[in-house]
């Protein structure tokens, strides 16, 4: 049996209309992922929620990151202001 998705991964998030590009750094760990701009941590989110989040499940709001789903995109708001969509390769490599 195979335990969890443990490491890193760089994921680029943008938005077309202002040409915003912002790169964050997610870090699997055995029972939660860490997700980093920079030096300023995001948010550290229990991988359960966020896998069922993932798997088409209610909006989840984790400290200064909002995802959600509208019109079967699926959405990531920084801060409560900028929102970009998730294509789904970026989905792919998120999936834990």
């Not at 995001?42 to 499940?57: C, E, I, K, P, Q």
Request: net charge negative; hydrophobic share 45%; charged share 25%.
């Amino acid at each position: 049996m195979t335990g969890p998705r443990l490491g890193r991964a760089d994921i680029a998030v943008g938005d077309e209309l202002s040409g915003l590009v912002v790169w964050l750094e997610f870090v699997f760990r055995s029972y939660d992922i860490t997700v980093w701009s920079g030096r300023r941590t995001l948010a550290v989110m229990d991988r359960d929620h966020f896998a069922a989040w993932l798997d088409g499940g209610a909006d989840l709001v984790i400290d200064d990151l909002a995802w959600s789903r509208q019109g079967g995109r699926a959405l990531l708001t920084i801060d409560g202001h900028h929102t970009y969509p998730l294509d789904h390769e970026t989905l792919a490599v998120l999936k834990i």
